[in-house]
């Protein structure tokens, strides 16, 4: 086995228990070594601290698979892993009886580069990193072993492939296609799952439980939904009873899903919702123009940062679209603001929301701080596992 050797002082992020180990902290590698291939990590003074899978393309030259330096690592060892996160989604009351979550959330289960979304009997994977490649047989077999899942869908397009070295890889490895549209029942609602073509592996599972609040804020108000995508708060708005839903997002084939989604409800009342394709910051100026008023806003917008090397523009969007937000607000009314851009943490983010509402005019009070649900347990040492953070504001 190849040894990976630190430069001094470079093994502290390890003792943390950090699973990434960067370009500019490496000394040398000690043998040969193919992306993917187990490498033996040690400091600079000879100390074996751990194992971990090697990738000579990427800036994140090595993830650790283990901090147990003597642990072998082999088909058994992503059996125990495997099984392990299932078990923790398991253990889990909230999430019984839920059709779609995370069942694998990368280095939060000590399985750097691995996602697994199960959608119903329908399991969504991606491998993003040379070691998630290298192990993929292994991988796909103790998901089969683990859930008794009837299929997988490789999702492995993401940019990410290509910082390691790697092709976009998609299509069915385990089963076949299903006779039709996969669906999952969230909340009650029924909402279709792109898994083929849909942003990540076909659903925001991560915003499950925020659209359950905003069914329960929802009563009787009116709601605007802002980057709708496909329509998921928005419904659960209608099923809390809003008075009406307008929702808006830029792209129409999400809003052709988004539409949809509703004729999978016919329970809610399609008549109270309206679906608008446009660019949100211009329609938003436009609702100002026209005096028209929400109580209560939604902005989940797409990813503005995602490194810290784009966060003063990404700050600068985010303030634009929490002051229009702000503007548009009846008295008493509720703002839920989100972020899941890397380069943007929640305390930048509060920052930028307060001073949005102080330059709006508004009075606003934080009532709740929002986050993904935790359907992967983030390992506390490596919290770049939690990436999305939301605000819930009240303005007077």
């Given at each position: 086995m190849a040894e990976l050797i630190l430069k001094p002082g470079k093994e502290r992020s390890l003792f943390r228990r950090h699973p990434w180990i960067f370009?500019?902290?490496?000394?040398?590698?000690?043998?040969?070594?193919?992306?993917?291939?187990?490498?033996?990590?040690?400091?600079?003074?000879?100390?074996?601290?751990a194992r971990g899978a090697y990738s000579p393309s990427?800036?994140?030259?090595?993830?650790?698979?283990?901090?147990?330096?003597?642990?072998?690592?082999?088909?058994?060892?992503?059996?125990?892993?495997?099984?392990?996160?299932?078990?923790?989604?398991?253990?889990?009351?909230?999430?019984?009886?839920?059709?779609?979550?995370?069942?694998?959330?990368?280095?939060?289960?000590?399985?750097?580069?691995?996602?697994?979304?199960?959608?119903?009997?329908?399991?969504v994977v991606q491998l993003n990193s040379a070691g998630a490649e290298k192990w993929r047989?292994?991988?796909?077999?103790?998901?089969?072993?683990?859930?008794?899942?009837?299929?997988?869908?490789e999702r492995s397009d993401s940019e990410v492939r290509g910082l390691e070295g790697l092709e976009k890889v998609t299509g069915w490895i385990y089963g076949e296609a299903p006779g039709g549209e996969i669906s999952i029942l969230e909340n009650g609602v029924r909402l279709g799952v792109d898994y083929a073509s849909g942003h990540k592996t076909g659903f925001y599972l991560d915003q499950r439980e925020n659209r359950q609040l905003l069914g329960s804020l929802a009563a009787g108000k009116s709601v605007l939904n802002c980057f709708c995508y496909t329509g998921g708060f928005s419904l659960q708005a209608l099923r809390g009873g809003a008075a009406t839903v307008l929702s808006i997002d830029s792209s129409?084939?999400?809003?052709?899903?988004?539409?949809?989604?509703?004729?999978?409800?016919?329970?809610?009342?399609?008549?109270?919702?309206?679906?608008?394709?446009?660019?949100?910051?211009?329609?938003?100026?436009?609702?100002?123009?026209?005096g028209r008023s929400f109580d209560v806003i939604v902005l989940d917008p797409p990813k503005f940062a995602p490194s810290?090397?784009?966060?003063?523009?990404?700050?600068?969007?985010?303030?634009?679209?929490?002051?229009?937000?702000?503007?548009?607000?009846?008295?008493?009314?509720?703002l839920m603001t989100y972020s899941c851009s890397g380069g943007i943490g929640l305390e930048l983010f509060q920052k930028i929301v307060a001073g949005a509402a102080l330059d709006a005019g508004r009075c606003a009070r934080i009532v709740r701080r929002l986050a993904g649900t935790p359907d992967h347990p983030v390992a506390l040492e490596f919290p770049e596992g939690e990436y999305l953070k939301g605000l819930l504001c009240q303005v007077d």
């Open positions: 370009e500019s902290s490496v000394a040398r590698l000690d043998g040969r070594a193919r992306p993917g291939d187990t490498v033996l990590i040690q400091s600079a003074d000879g100390r074996r601290l990427s800036q994140i030259r090595c993830r650790v698979w283990s901090f147990d330096e003597a642990e072998t690592i082999d088909d058994a060892f992503f059996k125990r892993r495997v099984a392990l996160a299932v078990a923790r989604r398991q253990a889990l009351p909230e999430l019984a009886g839920q059709e779609g979550l995370r069942l694998i959330h990368a280095e939060s289960d000590g399985l750097p580069g691995v996602i697994a979304d199960q959608y119903g009997d329908t399991l047989k292994a991988l796909v077999a103790a998901l089969v072993q683990a859930t008794g899942c009837a299929r997988i869908y129409g084939p999400a809003l052709e899903r988004a539409r949809a989604n509703l004729a999978l409800n016919p329970d809610l009342p399609a008549e109270r919702a309206e679906w608008r394709e446009a660019d949100v910051f211009q329609a938003l100026r436009e609702f100002k123009k026209e810290a090397a784009h966060a003063d523009r990404a700050a600068r969007a985010y303030k634009d679209i929490n002051l229009l937000g702000f503007r548009l607000l009846n008295p008493g009314g509720l």
